[in-house]
């Protein structure tokens, strides 16, 4: 057989090599979510949920795509929410591939759990530093580099909840890789010990990563489960609760604060990478 009609060569050989890291992300970007590199908006809005990315489409009356890829998306003006999936690694991955398109802000609405015991399901807590337990980081930085959102991004966030007449926690988040740890009392112990705020998969690798690739990130947490407690740790019917009760505003404020940015002409990228 000839190599060249061969469809096993096609898996080994390419017309377009991608030889550097900028090759890589512009190809991967689209490949993940469908969408091709000039139709992103350059404010970033990052959920580990599809009902968020469908909440935004119905709002904003515009398509889901990607939904049969792994990262769908919605796109409306300058705004583009990504649905990026759970866990540290593909935080990395996602905030790696967003160097395609270099946006101006990228804000993480997240669920996290509430470790202090003041911190109610269904409040927002704004992550002041976040803690790196996840390891993922590490690749990016050595241990003893903070994991720190953009000021000016936090502080446009903290309007927009006071805009609606809310309050919010601030405080340092821990994130880490673990999914099921509800049961160990001497990881809960480190928790109390360390002093957090809350727990949650994703937020130091989106600081750290975003700080490497100098992207300016900020996040929202919603507080959608209270694990330190037996009858608090989440369930199937507890996460529908949040979702019907607590994600449309959680959303919005999200978006009211990318908004905010866009139509006063701030900069985020207030830290010389």
């Keep these: 057989m000839n190599r060249s009609s061969d469809p096993a060569s096609a898996l080994t050989t390419s017309p377009f090599p991608l030889k550097s890291r900028r090759d890589i992300v512009e190809n991967w970007l689209p490949r993940y979510t469908g969408v091709p590199l000039d139709q992103f908006g350059d404010y970033i809005l990052l959920t580990n949920f599809h009902r968020y990315v469908k909440l935004f489409a119905r709002i904003h009356k515009v398509p889901v795509r990607g939904r049969d890829r792994p990262m769908p998306s919605a796109t409306s003006g300058r705004i583009t929410i990504i649905n990026f999936g759970m866990g540290s690694a593909t ?88 999914r099921v740890w509800e049961h160990d009392a001497e990881f809960k112990n480190y928790l109390r010990k360390i002093r957090c705020m809350a727990i949650d998969m994703e937020t130091a690798t989106i600081f750290s990563v975003g700080f490497f690739n100098e ?44 908004k905010q940015l866009i139509n006063q002409g701030l900069t985020v990228k207030h830290l010389v990478f």
């Design 91 to 178: 935080a990395a991955t996602v905030m790696d591939l967003l160097t395609a398109i270099m946006p101006k802000a990228v804000l993480f609405l997240g669920k996290c759990g509430g470790i202090k015991h003041r911190a109610e399901i269904g409040d927002f807590i704004l992550p002041i530093a976040a803690i790196r337990g996840e390891g993922t980081s590490n690749d990016y930085f050595p241990p003893e580099v903070p994991a720190l959102p953009a000021f000016a991004l936090q502080k446009a966030i903290s309007t927009a909840i006071r805009d609606r007449a809310r309050d919010y926690y601030t405080g340092t988040v821990y994130t880490t890789n673990r």
């Design 215 to 258: 992207i300016p990130t900020g996040a929202l947490l919603l507080v959608s489960d209270q694990p330190m407690l037996p009858d608090g740790i989440k369930t199937a019917s507890s996460d529908r609760v949040v979702d019907d009760v607590y994600v449309e505003d959680h959303l919005n404020v999200g978006i009211e604060s990318l």
